[in-house]
Structure formats: C-alpha cells, structure tokens
C-alpha cells in the first residue's frame, strides 16, 4: 500500500502561481509512477501531469504545457506541481497518483495509477 497526501492548495488570482506537494509514505518503492489529476466541478477528473521515477518520461496535458511543471524528490517520496501563470479554468480538486505502467497505454492513462490522495482544492479567480 502506499499513501498519498496533498497539500498547498489555495484561492489565487488569475496569473498566479502556486506549488502543490505530495508526500508518499508505505511501499513507494512497489510504484514507479507520479502523477496529478484534477477534477473540476461537474466534470471527469482529468490527467494534468506525470512522470517516472527518474523523470526521463515526463508527459503533460495540453492545456497545461509551459505553465505547469512536474517534479519529484525521490530521496523524501515527495512529487510536486508548480503552477504557473494560472486561469480560472484551472480551478479544480488535484489530486496526487502513484502507479505503474501497464501494457498498452501511457502515463495519462487512470488505470496506470492504483494509489491516490484525498484531493487538494485549487481556484482560480478573475
């Protein structure tokens, strides 16, 4: 088993940063993977960002590309997201993944990711 939590959710305006942080605890080693999800109000959780425990694979969404920034310390089982020149569009519940590959598919794939954290709230206002 391995545990996931969230922190450094907040209110920001529009063009705003802010860093979320992941701590891992239990059998980190047993998942390769990190990765963020987000879920916004009526909507399906979406794949924000992830990478691989040595971060040569590293893949983000569309709609986050050049303003998000996945990172991980594997040293403290700790994975972060810097969020960059944020929009209201962003504003949503992120949530922290840990996971392995499968075959036939990629790291923004859900079914990747066995393990998740409780959620950290982010909004963005005008």
């Known amino acids: 088993q391995v545990q996931l939590v969230e922190s450094g959710g907040g209110l920001v305006q529009a063009g705003g940063s802010l860093r979320l942080s992941c701590v891992a605890s239990g059998r980190t080693f047993s998942s390769s993977l990190r990765a963020w999800f987000r879920q916004a109000p009526g909507k399906e959780r979406e794949f924000v960002a992830g990478n691989s425990r040595n971060s040569i694979d590293t893949y983000y969404a569309d709609s986050v590309k050049g303003r998000f920034t996945i990172s991980r310390d594997n040293q403290k089982n700790m994975v972060y997201l810097q969020m960059n020149s944020l929009k209201p569009e962003d504003t949503a519940v992120y949530y922290c993944?840990?996971?392995?590959?499968?075959?036939?598919?990629?790291?923004?794939?859900?079914?990747?990711?066995?393990?998740w954290g409780q959620g950290t709230q982010v909004t963005v206002s005008q």
């Open positions: 993944a840990a996971g392995n590959y499968r075959p036939g598919g990629s790291l923004d794939y859900s079914s990747f990711y066995d393990y």
